[in-house]
């Protein structure tokens, strides 16, 4: 039978040890769970892009692996710590909203506050509750402790929205909700909504600067010059071919982003 997996996503870095604290919690519980890193680069106390990775990367692992996410500017306060089954994992986190949009993906069966304290690290941090709640919960879960034992079933967590579209019959007006790494703008306009055309030629623009595309590929264009391109989130986002989108245009989260067909006669 393979090892259960528990996944890390937080805001730690990794200049500090906090990550691989974390890591020897879990371990020394259960020394047989395989440790995943999402990412530990999420920007400090930004709990909905922490949002937006966890929800693009839990589509990729196996159904019953725990998935922890340690973004928490409230830590310390009267925020609660939850864990929420769902039909393909266990998310075990802040109750900030950081877990709401992966929970809807994963469909969502039951959400309950972490309130067994024999389940924690002792004594008790006020600041590091990745180390004292979150990673030994986690792996007491992957070690087999059931959820129910954690604690009651909440009705209702934090939860976090994106920017809806706006949705005219020739034109979708969108914002960029992520900045990745290469500095490719993310937007909130998904592949579906594109499809809702069916006519052969939009016009994309950011920031009412017309860039190519949609393309296929990043190499469509030349280098340095900008693009729009369905990218692996399935949503639409700006890229400059060998360069940095969110340099070029200086845009980033809330930056408008248009959708227009173009005329026949264009």
């Not at 997996?5 to 200049?15: E, K, Q």
């Not at 939850?82 to 802040?94: C, M, N, S």
């Not at 069966?109 to 924690?120: D, K, M, Q, S, W």
Request: include cysteine.
């Amino acid at each position: 039978m393979a090892s259960p997996i528990i996944t890390l996503l937080t805001d730690f870095g990794t200049s500090d040890a906090f990550v691989g604290i974390m890591k020897g919690v879990i371990l020394g519980i259960h020394a047989e769970v395989r440790i995943v890193d999402v990412t530990h680069a999420v920007p400090p106390q930004q709990v909905l892009p922490a949002a937006l990775l966890l929800r693009s990367a839990v589509p990729y692992f196996p159904p019953a692996t725990i998935h922890v996410v340690v973004v928490d500017p409230g830590v310390g306060s009267t925020r609660r710590a939850l864990v929420i089954e769902t039909a393909h994992g266990i998310l075990v986190g802040p109750d900030n909203g950081v877990l709401s949009l992966a929970a809807v993906r994963m469909a969502p069966r039951v959400a309950r506050h972490i309130t067994n304290t024999a389940l924690f690290r002792h004594p008790l941090s006020q600041t590091f509750h990745g180390r004292d709640v979150f990673a030994p919960v986690a792996a007491h879960l992957s070690h087999g402790v059931v959820p129910e034992v954690c604690g009651p079933v909440v009705d209702a967590m934090i939860e976090l929205t994106v920017p809806a579209v706006q949705r005219l019959p020739r034109r979708l007006s969108g914002e960029v909700i992520y900045t990745d790494h290469f500095g490719n703008l993310i937007t909130n306009i998904d592949a579906d909504a594109l499809a809702s055309f069916t006519v052969p030629r939009l016009s994309v623009s950011i920031a009412n600067i017309q860039v190519a595309g949609p393309v296929q590929t990043y190499a469509a264009v030349a280098p340095g010059m900008p693009l729009a391109i369905v990218g692996s989130w399935g949503m639409l986002e700006i890229a400059v071919r060998n360069g940095s989108a969110a340099d070029s245009f200086a845009a980033g989260p809330g930056t408008p982003v248009t959708v227009v067909v173009e005329s026949r006669d264009a």
